[in-house]
Every structure is written in C-alpha cells, then in structure tokens.
T-cell receptor, first 113, second 114 residues
Framework: GENVEQHPSTLSVQEGDSAVIKCTYS??????FPWYKQELGKGPQLIID?????GEKKDQRIAVTLNKTAKHFSLHITETQPEDSAVYFC????????????FGSGTRLSIRP | EAGVAQSPRYKIIEKRQSVAFWCNPI?????LYWYQQILGQGPKLLIQ????????DSQLPKDRFSAERLKGVDSTLKIQPAKLEDSAVYLC????????????FGQGTRLTVV
C-alpha cells in the first residue's frame, strides 16, 4: 500500500521568510496530492492540491510542486505570516470517487515575529 | 454549505468501557471516512464508506471497533471495549463523487481513555 513520508517534523522561520515542506510517496498509482493545514483543536483543512498531470500549482502565497519520476512533492509558503503557524500534512491518493487518502506524519510550522 | 458535523467534541472513559462517535457528512457526499489521529501523528484511515457500503476497513481493529453508515448518510463509530492506546482524536471526513477525493473534515472527537 501507499506510504507517505514527510519532513521536517518541525520548522521555524522568521516572519516574511519562506517555508518549504517536502514529501515522498511510494505508490506510483497515486495521482492526487492534497495538502492540509490543521490548527489547534480543529480538523485538517484542505489548502491546496495538485494532480499528476500538473507539475506546479500556485495560489497566492502557497505553491506546490510535483516530481512524479522521483515521487516527490513539496509545499512552498512565501512571505510567511503569524497565521501560517499550524501543523501541515501532505497526503497521496489515486484520484477517483472512492479512493483512500494516506497522510504524512505532519510538519509543525512556527513563524517567529 | 454546512460542514461535517461530529459529536461529542470530547469524551473521557475508563478502559474496558464502550464509546460511540457520531458523524453527519456534508449533504450529498457519497464517501465518508473515519480517521484516528494520535497526538503528534498524521491521521490514519480506519474505515471508508461509499454510500452505505464499506470500501476499505483494512486498518480497523475489528475485535473492538465497529462502524456503520445508515442509509448512506450519518455514520457512527463504536469502540468496545476501549483500551488506553485508543486515546486519540477521531476525525470524520466526507467527499463528493463529483469532486473525487477532495475530503472535508469535521472538528473531531477527542477521546481520552483512563
């Protein structure tokens, strides 16, 4: 089955700097890669996703890149702000109407003022 | 649209007791997931329903955990008897057939077994 590895487990960056979180996956059948943000006491919230027919996707300060050959995908947050502090999870899934989503172990991002 | 609703938000029980969690997915969402999230870890899939049928329950400890989804809408997850290691947040998520696997999560139920 699918296995998703995520690193780093913790990341501290200065406000205004960029943050990068990296993930690898094992199942070549996976073609959908969502990223979730989880704040304290809340459920994970989808912030951006990418499908395998695209190498990069951007939404304001957030971007994701995908390298299917290497089975790597990454989340990039630019111009970080205090409200970006949270735990971020990557995930992988075959894109269909009934496919399970396998999560990485999470990255706790802290933004220093 | 209303989000995924879960109850209760918190539950404390003694080991060997039973407990049940309830989930109401987003209206019209055919796929429903239950995840277990142990502190400091990523969510781990326990069971996935498509309408009222089970798609995947390979990670569900079936000797103590059970789940059902009546009429393809609401779902309950039960633990009987609970163990200390069941202490975790239990997350329910749903997704629409039309949107593939874009899953929306509820706030979760935090279970503490003492």
């Amino acid at each position: 089955g699918e296995n998703v590895e995520q690193h780093p487990s913790t990341l501290s960056v200065q406000e205004g700097d960029s943050a990068v979180i990296k993930c690898t996956y094992s199942d070549s059948a996976s073609n959908y890669f969502p990223w979730y943000k989880q704040e304290l006491g809340k459920g994970p919230q989808l912030i951006i996703d990418i499908r395998s027919n695209v190498g990069e996707k951007k939404d304001q300060r957030i971007a994701v890149t995908l390298n299917k050959t290497a089975k790597h995908f990454s989340l990039h947050i630019t111009e970080t702000q205090p409200e970006d502090s949270a735990v971020y999870f990557c995930a992988a899934s075959p894109y269909s109407s009934a496919s399970k989503i396998i999560f990485g172990s999470g990255t706790r991002l802290s933004i220093r003022p | 649209e209303a989000g995924v609703a879960q109850s209760p938000r918190y539950k404390i029980i003694e080991k060997r007791q039973s407990v049940a969690f309830w989930c109401n997915p987003i209206s019209g969402h055919a796929t429903l997931y239950w995840y277990q999230q142990i502190l400091g870890q990523g969510p781990k899939l326990l069971i996935q329903f498509q309408n009222n049928g089970v798609v995947d329950d390979s990670q569900l400890p079936k000797d103590r955990f059970s789940a059902e989804r009546l009429k393809g809408v609401d779902s309950t997850l039960k633990i009987q008897p609970a163990k200390l290691e069941d202490s975790a947040v239990y997350l329910c998520a749903s997704s629409s057939r039309d949107r593939g696997v874009e899953a929306f999560f509820g706030q979760g139920t935090r279970l503490t077994v003492v």
